[in-house]
């Protein structure tokens, strides 16, 4: 037994917890969770816990059924909104086959995997999200989305509910160990977001699980309703998951160069033409639902075209402005992704994407100084500017052909999501919509 496995029963006794929940994501990014008691945490670190595998979206075929959730132990925490009586710990884990070896359709798993590929390389990968959500009164959505307040980007809203909202859930999240830099209300009304510190993708994938759920708890205490749907009014901002993504080699910046242009480096330069060129190959993945595309091709500031620039909030890359003494801050911003993706494979197809254009040395084009959406589409197509898939079966049938994408997901994984998310469409389009009949209905 190591050290941090140590820690974790010492913790258990000292601080009297009664439950630990061990939790992992399905293929969908849905959090799942097995709750154990103390006496049975030395064998789930021996051995993990055993679980019908086939009964979660994507993680095994039926006849491979049995699979075994190894808890992590560096991932511990105590989960505040339970108590401190008869308390309540969570760990994330690995999912292994009987055999020990690691389950190739765990999320988790996917993107260990794009990370060890990279540390091959010499880089450690971080990422930083900027995660967008709505809060609602709380009522059936059937009966309408009322946002709990008018306010607009940055506004202060007296004894808003948002205030407290965002208050109270980063208390929860930093009494976590999850730290947070940001917070303020967003564009759209009812809309906030708050910005998890960035840290290597594995842990701010695993932020972000906790952070959806904290999330969900936070709404539950107040009485309101917390939604990550990409695009819930037709006439707002969708929720984004802007995510500042650098590579480090060691302690030094790898996107890093005093000399180039913007101060980026060969190496950021090409991870960049890597996004660019696999943009929409990796869209499906980014933005996994029939609602994502909403969002995208809703204005915004949604990015809707293939494009990088520098401080450019049309692009679908941006290169931010930092101060020129601190070179450890150079990073891009890719502004596709959305609140309700799987993190763990949107960030190994994000990782994947650059690596293949740092291994390929792919050209970087030009980048796009003016606004991408006020451009004709002739001037766009005169500067190369391709756009992103409009649908999600546009971006499915993109998808199936990518080998990048299959090779980072794994055949199985790659297949299950080609297929779970083809019936996402056909389901959506047999919908008869309220705008079809409002309109249609007296007309025809």
């Given at each position: 037994?190591?050290?941090?496995?140590?820690?974790v029963?010492?913790s258990?006794?000292e601080r009297?917890?009664?439950?630990?929940?061990?939790?992992f994501?399905?293929?969908?990014?849905v959090?799942?969770?097995?709750?154990?008691?103390?006496?049975?945490l030395?064998?789930?670190?021996?051995?993990?816990?055993?679980?019908?595998g086939?009964?979660?979206e994507g993680?095994?075929?039926v006849?491979?059924?049995?699979?075994?959730?190894?808890?992590?132990?560096?991932?511990?925490?105590?989960?505040?909104?339970?108590?401190e009586?008869?308390?309540?710990?969570?760990?994330?884990?690995?999912?292994?086959?009987?055999?020990?070896?690691?389950?190739?359709?765990?999320?988790r798993?996917?993107l260990?995997?794009?990370?060890?590929?990279?540390?091959?390389?010499?880089?450690?990968?971080?990422?930083?999200?900027?995660?967008?959500?709505?809060?609602?009164?709380?009522?059936?959505?059937?009966?309408g989305?009322?946002p709990i307040?008018?306010g607009?980007?940055?506004?202060?809203?007296?004894?808003?509910?948002?205030?407290?909202?965002?208050?109270?859930?980063?208390?929860t999240?930093?009494?976590?160990?999850?730290?947070v830099?940001?917070?303020?209300?967003?564009?759209?009304?009812?809309?906030?977001?708050i910005?998890?510190?960035?840290?290597d993708?594995?842990s701010t994938?695993?932020?972000?699980?906790t952070f959806?759920?904290?999330?969900?708890?936070?709404?539950?205490?107040?009485?309101?309703?917390?939604?990550?749907?990409?695009?819930?009014?037709?006439?707002?901002?969708?929720?984004?998951?802007h995510?500042?993504?650098?590579?480090?080699?060691?302690?030094?910046n790898?996107?890093?160069?005093?000399?180039?242009?913007?101060?980026?480096?060969?190496?950021g330069?090409?991870?960049?033409?890597?996004?660019?060129?696999?943009?929409?190959?990796?869209?499906?993945?980014?933005?996994?639902?029939?609602?994502?595309?909403?969002?995208?091709?809703?204005?915004?500031?949604?990015?809707?075209?293939?494009?990088?620039?520098?401080?450019?909030?049309?692009?679908?890359?941006?290169?931010?402005?930092?101060?020129?003494?601190?070179?450890?801050?150079?990073?891009?911003?890719?502004?596709?992704?959305?609140?309700?993706?799987?993190p763990?494979?949107?960030?190994?197809?994000?990782?994947?994407?650059g690596?293949?254009g740092?291994?390929?040395g792919?050209?970087?084009p030009?980048?796009?100084?003016?606004d991408?959406?006020?451009?004709?589409?002739?001037?766009?197509?005169?500067?190369?500017?391709?756009?992103?898939?409009?649908s999600?079966r546009?971006?499915?049938?993109?998808m199936e052909t990518?080998?990048?994408v299959?090779e980072?997901?794994?055949?199985?994984t790659?297949?299950f999501f080609l297929?779970n998310?083809?019936?996402?469409w056909e389901?959506?389009?047999?919908?008869?919509t309220a705008?079809e009949?409002?309109?249609?209905i007296?007309?025809?």
């Amino acid at each position: 037994m190591d050290r941090q496995q140590e820690y974790v029963l010492r913790s258990i006794e000292e601080r009297d917890i009664r439950f630990i929940r061990l939790w992992f994501t399905d293929v969908l990014g849905v959090l799942k969770s097995v709750a154990i008691a103390p006496a049975e945490l030395e064998g789930a670190f021996a051995e993990g816990i055993g679980f019908d595998g086939s009964s979660i979206e994507g993680l095994t075929r039926v006849y491979e059924a049995d699979m075994l959730a190894k808890p992590d132990p560096a991932t511990f925490q105590v989960l505040p909104w339970r108590g401190e009586e008869n308390g309540v710990a969570r760990m994330f884990c690995d999912i292994l086959t009987p055999a020990g070896e690691p389950a190739r359709s765990d999320p988790r798993g996917v993107l260990r995997r794009a990370m060890d590929k990279a540390a091959e390389k010499g880089f450690t990968f971080y990422t930083h999200p900027e995660i967008e959500f709505y809060l609602f009164q709380n009522s059936s959505p059937e009966d309408g989305l009322v946002p709990i307040d008018r306010g607009g980007y940055f506004d202060h809203v007296a004894r808003g509910t948002a205030h407290d909202f965002r208050r109270d859930a980063i208390t929860t999240l930093e009494s976590m160990g999850i730290s947070v830099e940001f917070s303020h209300h967003e564009a759209g009304p009812g809309q906030n977001e708050i910005d998890l510190r960035y840290a290597d993708a594995l842990s701010t994938a695993d932020n972000i699980q906790t952070f959806r759920t904290v999330i969900k708890e936070v709404a539950l205490q107040q009485d309101v309703l917390a939604t990550f749907m990409p695009k819930p009014l037709v006439d707002a901002p969708g929720s984004g998951m802007h995510t500042h993504l650098s590579l480090f080699e060691g302690e030094r910046n790898a996107f890093y160069d005093p000399a180039g242009q913007y101060q980026l480096s060969d190496t950021g330069r090409a991870f960049i033409a890597g996004l660019l060129r696999h943009a929409a190959e990796i869209t499906a993945v980014c933005n996994q639902h029939v609602n994502s595309y909403k969002r995208l091709w809703g204005g915004g500031e949604a990015p809707s075209y293939v494009c990088w620039g520098h401080n450019n909030r049309s692009a679908l890359v941006r290169v931010p402005m930092y101060k020129p003494d601190k070179g450890g801050s150079a990073r891009v911003e890719y502004r596709a992704l959305d609140s309700a993706a799987n993190p763990y494979l949107a960030f190994a197809v994000l990782l994947n994407a650059g690596l293949k254009g740092i291994e390929e040395g792919y050209e970087l084009p030009e980048g796009a100084d003016d606004d991408v959406w006020a451009m004709s589409r002739a001037e766009r197509k005169a500067l190369g500017i391709r756009s992103l898939p409009n649908s999600l079966r546009e971006a499915v049938e993109i998808m199936e052909t990518s080998e990048l994408v299959a090779e980072t997901l794994g055949e199985d994984t790659f297949e299950f999501f080609l297929r779970n998310k083809r019936t996402e469409w056909e389901e959506y389009r047999a919908q008869v919509t309220a705008y079809e009949l409002q309109r249609f209905i007296p007309a025809l």
